[in-house]
């Protein structure tokens, strides 16, 4: 039998008359990479939040290394060898990676003499670990994948031996997560211990020794990854069996609603973001837009919804031009039928301070439907809310919640309940599922497909691949600011790849 | 030679203009590099004024009356922590409430103990900081352009002045030499990075208002002691508004700050000589023109000569552990 790094035994937590955590019991095995998936509100991060002292548990034991542990704080947490890498990094922006490293952990009351020791440890574990980062650098110059690498560094500067990420994907790309992979097993090899946190299923079955699957707070079950499969880790997540493919019909494609002629954005900086882009959009069919992130797609879906200024080309609502020079009324675009989903949910989707109801208007909140004369009409906006609560199954099912109180993928259901109950004729949709837990996504693709099949003209950007092929009735690839290839939803994984990596441009070109 | 000595004048007051000025700059540093902002540099300036003024008539002691002058400003400092440390209270608010508590409290204070209209009595030479001469002092006032420098601007001053400049490159190596001045500015700018680095944000956050405490104690005591001999009702008119704009203007840096309370100081200094004076060209200018004029100044710098200045990041924001 070998040994236990870290055992929980019969822990519960509530917060309110919420039970986040119920009984929990869970062994991990020493020098193992251990997963850990539910959907979001399951009581992951909560249950490793106790492990790391950031909680208190309300009853239950924790054993690290087969001693009884008392955890009531970060410090005992680290002291007792558990480093945690947050979902949103816990660093200081305009601070250097030494000085992040060292903070909490200097050496002495006089920096000069912990500076000079960090720098000599974090050389060793840029040797041992592959680590490689400039510990000069200030980290929000840095790149969010190796400022994630400063976060390891970090625990690992704190003598951790058991390494906790929570959803450490969710903001890379996918090359950026391969190498933070790589970095896993190698820790593994050097005998840590590793517990991922993730709802991503694929992530589990490539990199994980063990998965735990927690649903509403407890944990259902233990399997060895070997001998499981990502629809049984599904259905355990979600209780129910899950559609992974969403089952739908053939598109009967109508007229033109949307037609994109050589549109070209810059950044900024003046560097081609879109480049002679053009593509129609039809009534009854979803469009996907496929690419690694950052190759234009945020910045395409941007133009066409009038936010972004366009240096030259048309874009036809309607046949109808929208405004490019990025000045366009949103709420004329709304008028017109033209529905937006933006990728950034939290910055542009929505007022997180704000009440659920009121963020389910917010921008048609101009409707009669919502005034009474000059004032909002309260009672109309709040059942209204309740209406979409119901249909969309948006829980905790209280308007009266502040949104930031809301799971991600409850977040992005309010944001789609609005756009989509006004009954735009186009939709657009950026990463409609991006931090959705697994039975959400199902839903929503439901809903996409539903719009789909009452004529609507929906245009969506996602860089999962597979809910690119899953939903869409024709593909297109961009590269580099260029669509560089239109497939059919049959196309492979392999030749989707290729177009997004830009390969089969580069053979063209020679 | 005339104007040199008028230059070598108006520099001497501009640096003991300076100085309450300087102090309350760096105290609101040290508080809003934490993530506290400090409207209520002014009340506890006016606390410290007034405690320590009326500590060193009583006590006849200079000494004892900054000591009192600091302990006071730190309580009052301390409150402004309860409210918005303890009980994430609204900073702003808190700190306005601070400055009426002490515009009222000081004035009622002094009426209730001393009788005189809200007045400390005057201090006697032994209960003020006197001036400080510095060796060598008479032999060189003869000697050209260095001789008034050394013994105008650089010697004669109390030892609170040369204190508020000593506290220059002190907040300057506290800041970015030492571990509690890493921390400092983390907890402004992060908390919650300083919460999982295993280090108490709140903590943290009391001993940097403890630092803003002692600072304005002994800018109120200047204003008491040396500036003036006693205590007036609201004395310092506005200088913790002003400190509070040099240390936007000086983008939350301790050297940058010296400079902006030196440029806000010689505004002070030229408006006060200047009164009654015809410029050339213009004339006879009113006195209350020339009294408004660092007022403009500072609305115009801040306006648009500053450039952006990014404040801390969790300036102003209570810390509340995320669920």
Redesign the interface.
Known sequence: MAQAAIELIGINKS?GAVRANRDINLEIVRGTIHGIVGENGAGKSTLMSIL?G?YQADSGEIRVGGQPASIK???DA?ALGIG?V?Q?F??????SVL??V?????S?????K?IAKARSELERLEREYGLEVDPDAIIEELPVGLQQRVEIL?ALYRGAEILILDEPTGVLTPAEADHLFRILKQLKEQGKTVVLITHKLREIMAITDTVSVMRQGTMVATRETKKTTVEELAELMVGRRVLLRVEKGEAEAGGVKLAVKNLTVKDTRGVTMVDDVSFDLRAGEIVGIAGVAGNGQSELLEAISGIRHAVSGSVMLDGKPIDLTGKADPGELRDRGLAHVPEDRHHVGLVLAFEENENSILGYHDDPRYLKGPLLDIDAIRNDAKDKITKYDIRPADCRLKTANFSGGNQQKIVLAREMEQDPGVLIVGQPTRGVDVGAIEFIHKRLIAMRDQGKAVLVVSVELDEIRSLSDRILVMFAGRIVGERGPEASEGELGLLMAGVEQREAAE | MDIFIAIVQILDSTIRLSVPLLLACLAGLYSERAGVFDIGLEGKMLVGAFAGAAAASVFHSAFLGLGMAILISVAFALIHGFASITHRGNQIVSGVAINFIAAGSTIMLGQHWFQQGGRTPALAPGERFEAITWPGVDAVRGVPIIGPIYSELISGHSILVYIAFLMVPFTWWVL????????L??VG??P????????SVAWLRYRALICTGILTGVAGAYLSMVQNGGFVKDMTAGKGYIALAALIFAKWKPVNAMFACLLFGFLDALSIRLQGTPLPLIGKVPVQFMQALPYVLTVILLAGFIGKAIPP?AGGVPYV?E?
């Open positions: 917060f790391y950031f704080t970060p410090n680290i945690m947050h949103h816990m660093l200081v922006d305009n601070f000085e992040n060292i903070l909490g952990a200097e002495d009351a006089l920096l000069k912990s970090k | 970015f030499r030492t571990r509690f001045g890493l921390r500015r983390a700018e992060n919650a990075a300083v919460d999982t680095a295993g280090i990041r552990k669920r």
